[in-house]
């Protein structure tokens, strides 16, 4: 019998989309998802949001049997919503799990391409740093930030990723098994890079897909001073950490399987 809701070459694929204070955007985002990617199911995954998208996203649900939504009691984060929306796809056997904002900056006619890219790769991230790529209607500072930002972290971190920080992304459920989620800790942008870095370790397949990455037109940013801070912490407590790691290991020439990695 055919899988009605599976992906050509990579199975049934859940969207995963974080809301907080998004009511503005949700349909229009998720009209999109449903035009471009019929056969992927979506996860709204709503922290209780004062705006009333939660009730938003129930009416979408209502409409159609491929939207469903997670709600969730307060405000804790993206990487908390995120985590909880994998462990739901983990739960009913999807195959793959996308990562999308709401707020229309990462644009559902990407995906396609992106779902193609998962055919041969375990992660696929959707730049906005690689030939190809557009940024549109971004100020200088942000531009500034995320350049800078995933500089550090690809120099810091040894990881030959160009969009680190970049939060449009395809996991294959597979590869998540193989990093211990158990461990994530960050809350804003670093989730992403804790990610790339469990994935570079883990030694899965990533691959990096052009992506039109455009500013938010209706709503709020959740960016804050914390975000970035938080980013900047601990990327450079990782940094740290694996200097001391390969360091100690040059000394005592411990075999891998006994280091347990921060
Ligand atoms: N569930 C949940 N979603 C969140 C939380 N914080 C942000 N989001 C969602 O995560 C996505 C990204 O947040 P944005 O506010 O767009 O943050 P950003 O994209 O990093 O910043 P901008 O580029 O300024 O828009 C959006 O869909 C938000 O609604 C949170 O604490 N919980
Ligand atoms: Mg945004």
Redesign the pocket.
Known sequence: MRDETGHPGVGRVLVV??????AD?LTWIVQRVRRAVPSVDILV???NSPDGTGAVAEALAGQDRRVHVLH?EG????G??YLAGFGWARQRGYDAVVEM???G?HAPEDLPAMLAAARDADVVIGSRWTRGAQVLNWPLR?LLLSRCGNLYARLALGMPVSDATG?YRVYRLSALDALDLASVCS???SFQVELSRLAHRAGVRIVEVPITFA??ER?????SPF?VAEALWRITGWAVADRRLAFRRGLHGTPTGQVRWP
């Open positions: 989309i974080p809301t907080y204070n998004e955007n995954a709503d922290d969730r405000k804790q984060g993206l908390a919503a904002d709401a707020d900056s942000r939060g809350q804003g942008y500013e938010r709503g709020s940013s959740k960016m975000i």
